[in-house]
């Protein structure tokens, strides 16, 4: 099974940057190259978020919340997943989570607050 250590994590200001990484293991590279993954986020009380998508071939999806601001780009030799965070809001302050789709093992999450 795919597990994902997810870092970058930290305390910012409202309009900071921070950059987090999603490194898988137990993944050939042809599985992870060929593999959709996800970057979720899930705020106190509230459900977790699916919030950008990288696909094989370049495609990228984002939630309507975080685009324009966010950028998700991966290294496959690396077997890493980046989540680039521009503006940061106080709205942005959750836990961050990685994932295949479909999803595996959930790990740790990072967290990121925004506050002043």
């Known amino acids: 099974q795919v597990q994902f250590v997810e870092s970058g994590g930290g305390s910012v200001q409202p309009g900071g940057s921070l950059r987090l990484s999603c490194a898988a293991s137990?993944?050939?590279?042809?599985?992870?190259?060929?593999?959709?993954i996800d970057w979720y986020r899930q705020a106190p009380g509230k459900e977790r978020e699916l919030i950008a998508t990288?696909?094989?071939?370049?495609?990228?999806n984002y939630a309507d919340s975080v685009k324009g601001r966010f950028t998700i780009s991966r290294d496959n030799p690396k077997r890493t997943v980046y989540l680039q965070m521009l503006g940061l809001k106080p709205e942005d302050t959750a836990v961050y989570y990685c994932?295949?789709?479909?999803?595996?093992?959930w790990g740790q999450g990072t967290q990121v607050t925004v506050s002043s």
């Open positions: 137990r993944v050939s590279f042809i599985a992870f190259s060929n593999s959709i």
């Open positions: 994932n295949s789709s479909p999803p595996s093992g």
């Open positions: 990288t696909a094989p071939y370049g495609v990228t």
